[in-house]
């Protein structure tokens, strides 16, 4: 017999705590949805290097202008990326968040760079970085000091809202740092984790209706990086069907008219047994199909929220507890 998430440990999903979670932590969620852009974008190699080289952001150009050595990164995204595919004597400066296992995906690979966890912008300027990755909603204040105290061209991602703009953010970072190569075994490494679960889905399955929920009643809805994954597992997103857009709050009555067969629920470490309870002893929550099947699916926040390479680890637990059965596991 199948054990179902929601008799297991840290398995959640967004929330509206994990919304401003995601902003305390350099991950944005904006409302509005800027221009993509691709590493398709850049200028014409000068260099023997390749260098200067440069991409189009939310802030205009940025121009690096010679092979970073001094690189400080002040988002998990770029973290994530660069603790991979980055050279550890580059890198001096990574996020604090790395090291909060609650959002980390990287953690083994910060913990020996300790020491070089920083957050602030007195903190960066003292690094004499010559490129600087930080948060798409830093405010332009924030960029102001840091242009003023330092000359490093200073790079801000602000597209996570599908898996392609996931890749195209690998991309660039790998293609700003000169690492191409490494870039390139990253994205085909997350594509081919992802293509191999979708490919382990039962032929015929009826695509399962699914609804991201929780104590907060935030769900992501249409425009999301979640309904983007629910897509490419077949899945139904009922939120962006019943027509919400980007993030939104609704309440159980709306839950159960939807009449889900699997609530996706995040909650932070710690509180999975609190959510289960409030999810099994609600009676118009356990009048849905998802509540009568027990088909509460709690997902670890630093994989919901995981906005770099680790997205595949959410495709995958996503097609394994939804679509397969005890025997195909």
Not at 81 to 108: K, M, Q, W, Y
């Amino acid at each position: 017999m199948k054990v179902h998430a929601s008799r297991m440990s840290a398995k959640e999903i967004l929330c509206g705590l994990t919304l401003t979670s995601l902003i305390l932590y350099g991950l944005s969620c904006s409302k509005e949805s800027p221009r993509e852009t691709t590493a398709s974008e850049t200028v014409p190699e000068t260099g023997s290097d390749g260098y200067p080289r440069s991409i189009q952001t939310i802030d205009g150009e940025i121009v690096v202008p010679e092979k970073p050595r001094r690189i400080v990164s002040q988002t998990l995204l770029t973290d994530e990326v660069l603790l991979e595919i980055c050279p550890a004597e580059r890198l001096v400066g990574i996020h604090t968040v790395s090291l909060d296992p609650a959002f980390s995906n990287c953690l083994e690979l910060a913990e020996p760079l300790a020491e070089r966890a920083i957050n602030g912008t007195e903190a960066i300027i003292s690094l004499e970085p010559d490129l600087v990755f930080v948060a798409s909603f830093s405010r332009a204040e924030v960029i102001d000091q840091l242009q003023a105290g330092c000359e490093a061209p200073i790079v801000r991602f602000s597209d996570f809202d599908n898996l392609d703009q996931i890749r195209n953010n690998i991309e660039m970072t790998g293609y700003l740092i000169g690492e191409e190569t490494a870039t390139e075994v990253l994205v085909d490494k997350m594509d081919t984790r992802i293509r191999e679960a979708v490919s382990r889905i039962p032929k015929g399955a009826t695509p399962p209706k699914v609804v991201s929920f929780g104590p907060a009643s935030y769900t992501a809805g249409g425009g999301t990086l979640f309904d983007d994954i629910l897509k490419t597992i077949g899945a139904v997103n009922l939120a962006a069907v019943n027509g919400v857009d980007r993030f939104g709050q609704i309440g159980t009555e709306q839950v159960a008219f939807w009449n889900p067969d699997w609530v996706i629920c995040g909650v932070d470490p710690g509180a999975e047994e609190s959510t289960r309870d409030w999810f099994f002893e609600n009676p118009v929550l356990q009048a849905t199909r998802a509540g009568r099947e027990d088909h509460l699916l709690l997902v670890p926040n630093r994989l919901y929220t995981a906005a770099s390479q680790h997205v595949a680890d959410l495709v995958e637990l996503l097609v394994e507890e939804i679509y397969l059965t005890e025997e195909d596991q």
